[in-house]
T-cell receptor, first 113, second 109 residues
Framework: NAGVMQNPRHLVRRRGQEARLRCSPM?????VYWYRQLPEEGLKFMVY????????ESGMPKERFSAEFPKEGPSILRIQQVVRGDSAAYFC???????????FGSGTQLSVL | KNEVEQSPQNLTAQEGEFITINCSYS?????LHWLQQHPGGGIVSLFM???GKKKHGRLIATINIQEKHSSLHITASHPRDSAVYIC???????????FGTGTSLTVIP
């Protein structure tokens, strides 16, 4: 049973480009969370999704950021028109239910030049 | 003020020492998680607690819901325990996780 898979592991974008980060949850997990970790800072909640639904996106900037978790395929975190301040490690985690143990992916390190 | 406060921020211990990391929170919670983040960045969930105490190997986690406090203990610490330990709470209203800023532990041989 593969763990939570995130790709790419590293992503380099120039200012103004789009970044698409993918997260495949563990088999049987329908709950996905995205977190951001800025350099020298702690983890910050961004968005919580269940299959096809956004449950809570209160931690995600209203502009340029969006997330989805389609019926088929991975969850996608999309950042449009990236800026240098978006450079961070983005982690996703999955769980089988709302209040259950989390399993984390290895993260995507986004660098904006 | 953060919803989750951890102490200490940094901790250096000699191999074999007993270690305690504390977490206090200010919101009502459904569950509390202890996470471990290694220098390479990977995050592992060590425990999920909603009451009482859990033990896994040399690690013990306790929670006191009334006092809004949790502790993570490491017995017979080892250099491979060196990592950042993060407390996270799942709020009982809403769907957010709140994270502590982490405790950076270094165990010296």
């Amino acid at each position: 049973n593969a763990g939570v898979m995130q790709n790419p592991r590293h992503l380099v974008r120039r200012r103004g480009q789009e970044a698409r980060l993918r997260c495949s949850p563990m088999k049987g997990h329908s709950h996905v969370y995205w977190y951001r970790q800025l350099p020298e800072e702690g983890l910050k909640f961004m968005v919580y999704l269940q299959k096809e639904n956004i449950i809570d996106e209160s931690g995600m900037p209203k502009e340029r950021f969006s997330a989805e978790f389609p019926k088929e395929g991975p969850s996608i975190l999309r950042i449009q028109q990236v800026v240098r301040g978006d450079s961070a490690a983005y982690f996703c985690a999955s769980s089988p239910g709302r209040v259950e143990k989390l399993f984390f992916g290895s993260g995507t390190q986004l660098s904006v030049l | 003020k953060n919803e989750v406060e951890q102490s200490p921020q940094n901790l250096t211990a000699q191999e074999g020492e007993f270690i305690t990391i504390n977490c206090s929170y200010s919101v009502g919670i459904s569950a509390l998680h202890w996470l471990q983040q290694h220098p390479g960045g990977g995050i592992v969930s060590l425990f999920m607690l909603s009451s009482g105490k859990k033990k896994h190997g040399r690690l013990i986690a306790t929670i006191n819901i009334q006092e809004k406090h949790s502790s993570l203990h490491i017995t017979a610490s080892h250099p491979r325990d060196s990592a950042v330990y993060i407390c996270a709470v799942f709020r009982n209203t809403g769907n957010q996780f709140y994270f502590g800023t982490g405790t950076s532990l270094t165990v010296i041989p």
